[in-house]
């Protein structure tokens, strides 16, 4: 017996556990499939009425959708009306049943009772595809010119359906969208203009068409009738005339006037109207007034006007409603790129939203101070993001760091400031900086004058002796500012700031001078917390080491020397393997034991190029941004690829401005045949300069062995016989011309093992032509680029050109070195941007052993000749029973390609 849906709605709520319920739900579930099984046409409006009580719940209700089909065909309306209750809400457009509905709507549009027309029009104007809008069209058109005003407006919103599923259609109905801006009905003008505001949305391009763009003078006189007259009395919603209409309306003549100077200027003066004239002490009115400032900030009108709609949105961050200010905020971010002037003036009020118990408001409030600050107000910002930054909460506190660093990079007024600032910051939020902010501030100080050197240093040491260990970032700088620049503290400093407008004299700020006692107690006090992280510890140890030459010269030196050599001793038992290497190399620099020149490393670093470390981080963004992966990561088998090393890993050369990276190297030290390469005739690389870098490679290691006097006649030889030990000199009359060396070759580190080009051998002539019995005809060979080599597969590509300029095919081959077989291979590629693939399946999944299997890619490169192919590939196969998959990064393919 089926339930009714009073009974199963009573049957649910007496259940006390989640399990009850779905034992009732599972239970009638039953009964109704049994009942749709067996056509059980009496119960089936009952049925669907219990599916649509049950999705209300959450609980599926897809078996039902073909008895809502049957009832909306059905003769009686309370069924039809249960029937196209359940159609909108169990099936969406893309179900595959929908179609099946089309007949019945089209039947059903075309119903003497309005009721049912009414329903299938709802329907279609909620479920409508694109093939039911062209079916159906000509039948919602129909009703457009009915005589029942609720025909019309369900007509017009299932119309907006129709074109934004059929924009091609637009053209076909322009005249009579227009038409029904004339209509007497309240609900079919609201219709319509929402109707012209749906079509202007899908296609925008379709408000310059004359037939639509002669409406503003018309929505104009709309608006302003509401203003004067009131269209009404019964639409008065909280003072204001008819306030849905009205908002439809701005939000039209938004679309209107865009892009659209005479539009524009039509509506210049009932926007101000609106803006004046509405009362906002209701939500009503706020809504009204907040779409005309839409309108305003988004259409070209006059400044005046704008300047009168930022202070509207200055009139809302006063209102208690929460939603108004953010509404408000969210619309000054917006406009304070045009009219930055006219959103300053309300700095105070956007700077009290900071403290608002509401984070949503404060976020937004946050955005948009960052976005006001500029050089005329960034010290009375700052000074707010940093008080913020004190209560900020810890998940915000590392974003609010770094646009405090970009604010103080862009707009700081001296380097004073800019250093008081960052020190500020790192002693509110050391813990949460991000590494990039601890550069910058290094680089800093590092480049500022030795007055301000000695300010930050002296600042900076205060700072960490009085931290609580807690402000990780704060030590670290503040450390190496000692370790730098620590015979600054045994001078005093004094310095009067700057006086603000309005606060009289500064007031002279003294740092007394330090002892070098006291200098090594500040940072000894810090690395011998319990909870000092281990990065500070290191920083430390560096600092003491840097101190023994700092301190080199006050009247205690033997003893200072001692105690930093014990302090730095100290880690050689750390559980840490960094700790123990630099205090084991660290010791060996103070006690002489270092090769000669080595304590030259414990001078001051040099001056950091800041421009140049700001381009190559735009560069690297560049590259990133386009590739759209990262090319550099990977497994292990993704790193043993081949790729060529792409300059020195730390950027050494480029952060102190040096040049290319050459090592002064000389011929005796280079193995195979780049160690002959000089005593063969060729040009070598001419030696870098010596610079303070170059002594961190020789701090350590024996001094380099005597050069091979350039007389010394050694021949060419392979690079394999020249490793172990030099080929025995043969006499020759004439010596044999030698080819110049490739440019390549001229980076030592990129091709310190490769061949050097052997030299051209003269070959005995017969008849004109060389006669060589072991010659082989020469044929061309495409590059081999080695992808993956591990569990006894092996893929390698072969790099072919295709029939256009940028079109390669990569044809891979699965190698099995091992017995058993491989099987189950799978390859799969992501490509950057700039590159398109083509991908065929590959000849077999299982490779035997011993054998080969083949797969070919094609890959189109727009960027040919400026970038290479990169790859990512993820590969998987299963080998001896065991499933296995590797990622990796293949960039070694030739140029070109």
Known sequence: MSLKLRDLIRQVRSCKTAAEERAVIARESAMIRTAIREEQEQYRHRNVAKLLFMHMLGYPTHFGQLECLKLIASPHFPEKRIGYLGLLLLLSEEADVLMLATNTLKNDMNSPNRFVAGLALVAFGNLATADMGRDLATEVDRHLKSGSPYLRKKAALAMARCLTKVPDMIEDFADRMVSLLKDRSHGVLLTAVQLLTQVCLVDPEICKNPTFAKLVPTLVRMIRDLLTMGYAPELEVGGVADPFLQVQLLTLLRLFGKDSDSAAEHMNDVLAQVSNSTVT??????????????????????DALRAQAVDVLGRFLTNRDNNIRYVALNSLARAVQEDPDAVGRHRETIVSCLKDPDVSIRTRALELIYRLVGPTNVEELTAELLNYLVVAAPDQRTEICSRILRVTERFAPDDRWRLDTLVTLLTIAGRQCERHVLSSAIVYVSRSSDDLRA?????????VRDDDGTQEGLLIVGIWCVGEYGDLLLQPYQYTPRSVAGEGVADVINFSALTAAEVVTIVENVTKRKSCPEAVIEFGLTCFVKLSERLANVPDSVEIAGRLKLLIQTRRTSYSL??????????????????????????????????????????????AAEDGFDVGGGTAQGNSVGEEPKGDLLDLNDIFGGGGGAVDVTPSQLPGALGSMKNLGLSAPAPAAKSDLDLLSDIFSAP???????????????????????????PSATPAPIAAMPAASAMLPVDIFAPVPAAPVSTPMTNGQASDPFAIAATPTNPLVSVFDGDGLSIRFECVRGSQPNLTELRAT????????????????????????????????????????????????????????????????????????????????????
């Open 578 to 623: 960094e700790m123990q290497i630099r205090s084991c190399e660290y010791t060996m620099l103070l006690g002489g034991t270092a090769v000669s020149g080595a304590r030259k490393a414990l001078a001051r670093m040099p001056m950091v190029d800041a421009t140049l470390l700001q381009r190559k981080k735009i560069e690297k963004d560049e590259e």
């Open 704 to 730: 380099a062995p005597t050069s091979v006097p350039m007389s010394a006649p050694i021949p060419a030889s392979n690079g394999i016989a020249d490793l172990f030990g030099p080929t025995p000199v043969v």
């Open 281 to 302: 002490d209701k939500n009503a009115g706020n809504a009204v007034v907040y779409e005309c400032v839409r309108t305003i900030m988004s259409v070209r009108t006059e």
């Open 455 to 463: 300010y930050a240093t002296h600042r900076l040491a205060k700072a």
């Open 814 to 897: 699965f190698g099995n070195s091992s017995s058993g077989p491989i099987t189950d291979v799978s390859l799969q590629i992501a490509v950057p941007k700039y590159l398109k693939m083509q991908i065929f399946p590959p000849s077999s999944t299982a490779v035997p052993g011993g054998g080969e299997a083949t797969q070919q890619v094609n890959i189109t490169n727009s960027m040919v000749g400026q970038k290479k192919i990169v790859l990512k590939i993820k590969l998987a196969y299963v080998a001896c029973g065991t499933k296995k998959d590797h990622i990796v990064t293949c960039s070694s393919f030739p140029e070109g390609y």
